[in-house]
């Protein structure tokens, strides 16, 4: 899942739509919530609160505390998700530590005699 926010993770509401077969005008009929904040939700600009929680939950057939809190991370994954992280953030500093010399390197005087006027 990835979404641009920096908020923690929680359940992957589209998902779950999806795997129900249901269009966001359902899921927010059903539940009543509106359809542009449900928008905002899935898309991961607004967390769920515990306002709409509980109509979310029953709209989604899932548990509250399912949708409140993310599924536990297998360590494996995590370790390797940080690795492959880790991996491309040293790649960026040598990439930019490479342009940095470049244009760090002293360059030759110009030849007075050589320049046309």
Do not use: W
Request: proline share 8%; glycine share 6%.
């Amino acid at each position: 899942m990835s979404y641009k926010t920096n908020r923690p993770p929680r359940y992957d509401i589209t998902k779950r739509r999806e795997e129900l077969g249901l269009s966001m005008a359902e899921v927010s009929r059903r539940s009543g919530i509106d359809y542009g904040l449900l928008s905002r939700v899935e898309s991961g600009k607004r967390l769920v609160s515990l306002g709409i929680a509980p109509a979310l939950a029953k709209a989604l057939e899932m548990e509250i505390l399912q949708l409140l809190y993310p599924p536990p991370v297998d360590p494996a994954l995590a370790r390797a998700a940080l690795r492959e992280a880790k991996r491309k953030a040293e790649a960026e500093i040598d990439e930019l530590n490479e342009q940095l010399r470049f244009f760090g390197r002293k360059r030759k005087p110009k030849d007075p005699q050589t320049e046309v006027a």
